[in-house]
């Protein structure tokens, strides 16, 4: 990975202790983060990046939006308990705040500049993957600047610019976080989709 360590937090994190969300608003994400789990875009394996977990998703809230929590990723049954609400970010100052029995994923930052990009976006999708990260930069997939290292405010910054000029859902490649991909969109299935569709073409 180019050096660099999924699941790292980078960000400043004003992180409060407090309870799970409930298990029902995060049903349908948490299928298809298993769906992404056994495709193996999604978890935690000894002989990839150091043994450090990847991927991460997250579901817009109407408080900010609810993401997996940091080195979860090698979790298939991920529940309620694993997921952080975040409640307030600065893009540019690199700070989150969230809540929840776990800390957001390292990649919480670029969730939010997806977010904020896009106000109709309801679900981020960060999924690594050699083949598929090949296959998307093959077919001119959107790709942030090769220089751009995952969560810092450059990277958010880039990730900001496609998604303002995407179609709904979408792809981006990660350029500077080797194998890292976010799909995203209102819809999560066809969000989903993306990935699974790339997959078997690549």
Not at 122 to 142: K, M
Not at 165 to 191: K, Y
Request: aromatic share 8%; charged share 15%.
């Amino acid at each position: 990975m180019t050096g660099q360590q999924e699941g790292v937090v980078k960000y400043d994190l004003d992180f409060t202790a407090a309870p799970a969300p409930p298990q029902d608003t995060l049903t349908t994400l948490i299928r298809w983060r298993r769906t992404l789990f056994d495709h193996g875009l999604i978890g935690q394996q000894p002989d990839r990046y150091d043994g450090l977990g990847y991927g991460n998703v997250s579901q817009r809230h109407p408080h900010g939006f609810l993401i997996s929590g940091t080195q979860t990723s090698g979790i298939r049954e991920l529940a309620a308990d694993g997921f952080s609400l975040v409640t307030d970010w600065d893009l540019g100052h690199n700070r989150l705040t969230a809540t929840g029995p776990s800390p957001p994923s390292s990649e919480a930052l670029s969730h939010a500049a997806v977010y904020d990009a896009g106000q109709h976006i309801n679900f981020v999708l960060h999924v690594h993957s050699t083949e598929l990260w090949h296959a998307a930069r093959r077919s001119s997939v959107a790709c942030t600047p090769e220089f751009v290292d995952y969560g810092t405010p450059a990277m958010a910054r880039a990730v900001a610019r496609i998604v303002a000029q995407a179609a709904d859902p979408d792809l981006l490649v990660m350029g500077g976080h080797q194998d890292g991909l976010i799909a995203f969109g209102s819809q999560l299935p066809e969000t989903a989709r993306l990935l699974l569709t790339l997959e078997e073409s690549a």
